[in-house]
């Protein structure tokens, strides 16, 4: 056993399971401490994702004091200057997983540097991904631009290789802190409380992702083909924001998933969905400039409009057309939005309204429990027309149309939009057409601030420009 102390930098690791960091500090050392380390300035349009982080701090951290590990959590505006002053520290040995964000891998290079130097034990070990990002690429070398092929690849890739002996955390012999001025989870929480429906709804630790994902194995994954873009109904798994804070690790569902039969279609289209994360991690690393703008350069050219009227009526849910509003409201009061419902509100966005993707994204940002800078940057940029792979910017959502088909009954919008509970079914899409003394549109519901048709041309109009 090593005398040193184990530190273990917690990201986005809120596990024991395939927590291969804290796993090894807590193999080689009798005392560990876990830190996390705030930065307040990511989290500035974060708002949601600070509950989730808070929460799942205060559940980690009861756990961890029962194996007799102290997490804590140091405020810091720079972990560069965290770290130059860690390492004059004596006595300690250093563990952490990677993130697979330009800037943390960036700063892992700095960090692994000199840690060498000031010759501190230390190891790093891989995230939450099936394959590192530069297992997967082409025969020639270069990176994937098309979602297929790179999936063929690195699907075939994972299979192929011989997996880890699995191991697991032991209880360490004393508990002990080590680091001074440290904050409580609470401290992260959003000044505002609108986010108290949200403990309604989710509880951010492990055991729960673990549950939800054997639920969704054995009740809904069969049909997860056919149920997936129905936004009323239970058909995906959400179990987005466990795996963005790591709660839960790609290669458990891979394997869970595995293990109940032989792939099935359900199964096949499930997994090939951690594909695309795995798929947008791929091009986030080897195409940094999309995190701030357009992956395709013609797009920088696009003739955007500022349009805060616009803008405000789609992020409160009151562009009069029923779908959009169910699918904003959603976001804003649990965290989270249907992958269906979200290319509709973002392709209204981008094509209706002419507003560029990237206001749309900080929204998202902002109000989503599961957002991840290479999902939310590559999703926007799918609906957009700019990412790579994404679908062609002509080919415009009606979302009417959508609304019929994805949520045929209405009742999704009902759920979301209760001031059109009362509509038939006919015009529960289409409430302008609904002609009836006790609802009137503009007064109970807006009226649509564009009109289908002449958005459609005027966006395509726009196109032409680039
Ligand atoms: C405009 C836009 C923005 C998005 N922003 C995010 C984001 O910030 N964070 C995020 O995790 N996903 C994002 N997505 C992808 C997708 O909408 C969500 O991952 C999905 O809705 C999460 O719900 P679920 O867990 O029930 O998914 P399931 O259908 O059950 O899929 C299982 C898992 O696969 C992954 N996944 C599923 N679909 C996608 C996809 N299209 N791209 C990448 N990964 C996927 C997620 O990790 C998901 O939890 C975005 C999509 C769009 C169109």
């Given at each position: 056993m090593n005398k040193n102390i184990g530190l273990f930098w917690l990201r986005d690791d809120f596990r024991f399971t395939k927590n291969e960091g804290l796993i090894e500090a807590t193999t080689n050392h009798d005392q560990v401490v876990v830190f996390y380390l705030y930065k307040k300035e990511i989290y500035k349009y974060q708002e949601a994702q600070k509950w989730w982080l808070s929460k799942s701090l205060f559940n980690f951290r009861k756990q961890l004091n029962n194996l007799n590990i102290t997490l804590e959590i140091i405020e810091t505006n720079s972990f560069k200057i965290f770290f130059d002053k860690l390492i004059e520290k004596k006595g300690f040995s250093i563990y952490w997983n990677k993130v697979y964000e330009p800037d943390y891998l960036k700063l892992d290079k700095y960090l692994l540097s000199i840690l060498k130097n000031k010759n501190i034990n230390h190891k790093i070990f891989k995230g939450n991904t099936l394959n590192e990002i530069d297992e997967i690429k082409k025969n020639d070398g270069t990176p994937f631009k098309v979602f297929t092929p790179f999936w063929r690849t690195a699907e075939k890739y994972y299979i192929e290789k011989i997996p880890p002996k699995e191991k697991i955390i032991k209880k360490c012999k004393k508990k002990i802190n080590y680091f001074k001025n440290c904050i409580d989870p609470d401290k992260i929480l959003p000044k505002k409380n609108w986010f108290k429906n949200f403990e309604k709804i989710w509880f951010p630790d492990e055991q729960t992702a673990l549950k939800e994902l054997q639920s969704f194995i054995n009740e809904r994954i069969t049909n997860y083909s056919d149920?997936?873009?129905?936004?009323?109904?239970?058909?995906?798994?959400?179990?987005s924001p466990f795996i963005k804070f790591g709660q839960l690790h790609v290669q458990t569902i891979w394997s869970q998933c595995i293990k109940k039969k032989s792939k099935n279609i359900g199964t096949t289209k499930f997994l090939t969905e951690i594909g695309w994360r795995e798929f947008n991690h791929s091009l986030i690393n080897y195409f940094p400039y999309m995190l701030k703008g357009n992956y395709s350069k013609k797009f920088d050219k696009f003739p955007w409009l500022k349009n805060s009227k616009f803008l405000n009526a789609w992020k409160k849910g009151l562009t009069g057309y029923p779908i959009v509003d169910a699918g904003m409201r959603e976001l804003y009061s649990s965290g989270w939005m249907h992958n269906r419902v979200r290319m509709i509100v973002g392709s209204f966005l981008v094509?209706?309204?002419?507003?560029?993707?990237k206001d749309g994204e900080k929204y998202f940002r902002n109000c989503l429990l599961d957002y991840s800078p290479a999902s939310n940057v590559a999703g926007w940029q799918w609906v957009a027309g700019c990412g790579a792979d994404a679908a062609p910017y002509f080919r415009i959502f009606n979302p009417i149309l959508q609304g019929e088909k994805f949520d045929k009954e209405g009742d999704y919008v009902k759920k979301w939009v209760p001031e059109l509970k009362s509509l038939p079914k006919k015009f529960i899409?289409?409430?302008?057409?609904f002609i009836d003394k006790k609802f009137q549109l503009g007064r109970d519901y807006p009226h649509p601030i564009v009109k289908h048709e002449d958005a459609r041309e005027k966006a395509l109009n726009a196109f032409k420009k680039i």
């Open positions: 149920q997936r873009n129905f936004p009323n109904r239970p058909g995906t798994s959400k179990l094509k209706h309204l002419l507003i560029n993707w899409h289409k409430p302008w057409e």
